[in-house]
């Protein structure tokens, strides 16, 4: 739609929702940790996911795009059931990891956040230590040997490009520590506990610039080791960082695939008017 003087407008609210997606327009994953398949969420009433599938590649990143409000955060969140906590939701669907439906009720919810661990969009060191800050969830998880936990701190720490900064503080506080240093804090718990998906919400929408290119560039160092699912309102962001891109619209996943791909030749004409700045 166009104004008066020829220039696109963005969508006003009384267009009618997108379709389902195109099944040419989702690519598929030959080595896929996670399936989605015809996933729907709703608060209530009201569907704020539609009819979801897809897969997600093992050890690549992956990122979620689309206009404020279209359900990025709450796909993520579905990953980890973090939306079990909130009053009213319902799912409808399957989410498959390594085989293993995790919307089953009888799933064990704990043990599955330690395979699925979550990096908030604002940084939430604990009030604690820098080293017990990485020590948390091992700790939750029954470890106590001293050895053991020096170790994975000094690791996970190390591969947060954060060990060489406060190897000589570690017993600080976490809290006394830059923006930018509290959130690779947050993503040296994470890893701590060997996760095999990292989920990461905006996580440098609260940085400065030069802390958002140290998280990017740890990003594409953890690439290979771990699978991370990221939302992002960052085109340029997408772009730089992620092997897939994933585009949702008003709850429906519009299109799936290589980000390269994604950014200079989408298949539908829905992604290239969001990446185009058209709207959103």
Not at 85 to 101: K, P
Not at 250 to 265: D, H, M, P, W, Y
């Amino acid at each position: 739609m166009n104004s008066s003087d020829g220039h696109p407008v963005p969508p006003t609210g009384t267009e009618p929702a997108p379709g389902p997606a195109d099944p040419s327009a989702i690519v598929p994953i030959d080595d896929a940790v996670v399936q989605v398949r015809h996933l729907s969420l709703y608060y209530g009433d009201s569907r704020a996911l539609s009819d979801i599938t897809m897969d997600f590649p093992r050890n690549q990143v992956t990122a979620l795009i689309g206009p404020s409000g279209c359900g990025k955060s709450t796909f993520l969140r579905c990953f980890n059931r973090m939306n079990d906590l909130i009053d009213g939701v319902r799912t409808t669907g399957e989410i498959l990891l390594d085989g293993q439906d995790i919307t089953d009720p009888a799933i064990d919810v704990i043990q599955l956040r330690r395979r699925v661990g979550m990096v908030f969009q604002r940084p939430t060191p604990f009030p604690k230590s820098i080293y017990e800050n990485v020590a948390y969830g091992l700790r939750i998880a029954g470890i106590r040997d001293r050895a053991t936990l020096d170790a994975a701190v000094e690791r996970s720490l190390r591969r947060a490009a954060l060990w060489d900064e406060v190897c000589q503080r570690l017993h600080g506080s976490a809290l006394e520590l830059s923006g930018g240093q509290h959130q690779r804090v947050c993503i040296a718990r994470a890893i701590a506990v060997d996760p095999e998906i990292i989920l990461m919400d905006e996580p440098c929408s609260a940085l400065d610039p030069r802390s958002t290119t140290r998280i990017e560039d740890l990003l594409g160092e953890l690439r290979g080791d771990y699978t991370i699912i990221m939302v992002t309102h960052n085109m340029q962001q997408a772009a730089r960082v992620s092997d897939y891109t994933a585009f949702l619209y008003e709850g429906v996943l519009i299109e799936f695939g290589a980000t390269k791909q994604i950014f200079t030749r989408p298949r539908r004409s829905e992604t290239e008017d969001y990446i185009t700045g058209r709207f959103g």
